[in-house]
């Protein structure tokens, strides 16, 4: 069996959903599909349940109105007059949500509320699928997919979901699944979500469980590239990568694969395909446990939104175990996330995701050390560098800190205009 993904790119508008149909149609065997949240509502969710959150009713009955609106002129392209009312269920139970209280758990609430953009999606292109006549099971993924209750940063139980969906996706009575990305549940039934861009992960969740032959993530690109195209237009397609590579480079930041999907695949063999939904013939990149011997050209890695925070000891005691510790359970308690450190004697410096907890950490910082920081910065990773590449993409850039290993160079730079 195969399990198959589709991002919200994929299913923006009715003619993006006749697309993914025909994609699947096109598979005769048994396969699960994971859809996320259509276009960009998974945004659109997120204004809602602030607006909810911060009980600001006018914002709520706007973006409201938006959220059912988009979706009511995307069902009425797709579906001849008898299945018009597909979506009114969730409807009914997204207005309940509202019409109640909030608790004082943002967190909570975000994973009771924006779920609906996957709930919404699913339900329509299960719908839709059926009405072409390509038979299928819509199944609510959150009776399946078993979490604890990190809220907005969900972990999955492993053996009770791997459990469960080898019970409930038998392909007993179906051939074909529709199921939702990036949502689950604890075991006392309240939703979690997996974190922004999570969907890749359920469908390495269900590869995993049920031993798929393959996973495949279909995108709006030719596959995995060696850059961002949005950032370096010249960018070119990666046949194929090892699963190693392939962490290494969502760790550095490349935005096309959610980090966390790569080792439940790798873990057990489970190739990733990652295809165009646009021209779906096309190979794309194949990421699999190929011995990475064939040799990679420079592969370009941009963060933004970074800052860079360095250290010193207010005693002038070395940098060494104690203060490395300290320093890092202050960070992590602020939930702040290091891309980059650098230590010498006296000083220890990271570059860590804005986040608005830096102010706080940097206050429980001050108490033993002397901490420098500058913003608006960005971090620039290119892997299996040479020395052009380092002098193309670094040209008039301001390098405010650098490390560069054997395969690696990694700079921080002062935020500025990129000219390709
Ligand atoms: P999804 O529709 O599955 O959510 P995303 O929008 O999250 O897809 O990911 C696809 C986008 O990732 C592409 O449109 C591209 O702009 C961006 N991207 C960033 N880095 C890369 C890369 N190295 N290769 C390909 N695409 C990349
Ligand atoms: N819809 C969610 C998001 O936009 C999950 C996903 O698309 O992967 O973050
Ligand atoms: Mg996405």
Redesign the pocket.
């Known amino acids: 069996m195969r399990v198959l993904k589709f991002?919200?790119?994929?299913v923006k508008d009715a003619e993006g959903v006749e697309n993914v149909a025909g994609i699947v149609k096109q598979f005769n065997q048994p396969m699960v599909v994971v859809i996320?949240a259509m276009g960009k509502m998974t945004n659109a969710f997120e204004s809602l349940v602030k607006a909810y959150f911060d009980r600001d009713f006018e914002t709520m009955q706007v973006v409201k109105d938006k959220i059912v609106s988009y979706h009511q002129l995307l069902i009425n392209e797709l579906f001849s007059e008898t299945s018009e009312g597909v979506i009114d269920d969730l409807l009914i139970k997204l207005d309940e949500k509202l019409a109640s209280e909030p608790s004082l758990n943002f967190d909570f609430e975000y994973d009771q509320i924006v779920p609906f953009g996957e709930l919404l999606s699913t339900t329509i292109v299960s719908a839709y699928l059926n009405e072409i006549d390509q038979k299928n099971q819509w199944i609510d993924i959150r009776k399946l997919l078993r979490t604890d209750d990190c809220y907005r940063d969900a972990g999955v139980n492993w053996e009770l979901t791997s459990r469960l969906m080898k019970e409930k996706l038998s392909f007993d009575s179906t051939r074909l699944y529709i199921t939702q990305g990036f949502i689950g549940s604890t075991e006392n039934n309240l939703t979690t979500t997996l974190g922004r861009?999570g969907?890749?992960y359920t469908g390495a969740i269900i590869a995993y469980a049920l031993n798929a032959d393959h996973l495949s993530?279909w995108?709006?690109?030719p596959?995995?590239?060696?850059?961002?195209?949005?950032w370096y237009p010249k960018?070119q397609k990666i046949d194929e990568l090892s699963y190693w590579e392939a962490i290494e480079?969502t760790y550095y930041g490349?935005?096309?694969i959610h980090p966390k999907t790569i080792k439940p695949l790798q873990n057990k063999k489970i190739p990733l395909l990652v295809k165009s939904f646009l021209k779906p013939i096309d190979e794309g990149t194949v990421i699999d446990a190929t011995e990475q011997s064939q040799k990679l050209g420079p592969i370009y890695v941009l963060k933004k939104n970074q800052t860079l925070l360095s250290m010193s000891p207010k005693d002038f005691s070395f940098i060494l175990e104690q203060n490395l510790s300290d320093i890092f359970q202050i960070l992590s308690k602020h939930q702040l996330k290091i891309n980059l450190m650098q230590s010498s004697a006296l000083n220890f410096s990271v570059c860590i995701d804005d986040h608005k907890n830096i102010g706080k950490a940097i206050d429980d910082l001050k108490k033993d050390y002397g901490v420098l920081f500058n913003t608006k910065m960005e971090l620039v990773t290119i892997r299996h560098y040479t020395n052009a590449a380092i002098e193309e993409i670094m040209d008039g850039k301001e390098i405010v800190d650098s490390q560069v290993s054997r395969k690696t160079a990694r700079y921080v730079v002062k935020e500025s205009e990129w000219n390709f």
Do not use: T
Not at 7 to 10: F, K, M, V, Y
Not at 223 to 230: F, H, K, Y
């Open positions: 991002g919200g790119a994929s996320s861009e969907s890749d993530i995108k709006d690109v596959g995995v590239l060696n850059a961002d195209p949005r960018a480079l490349a935005q096309v």
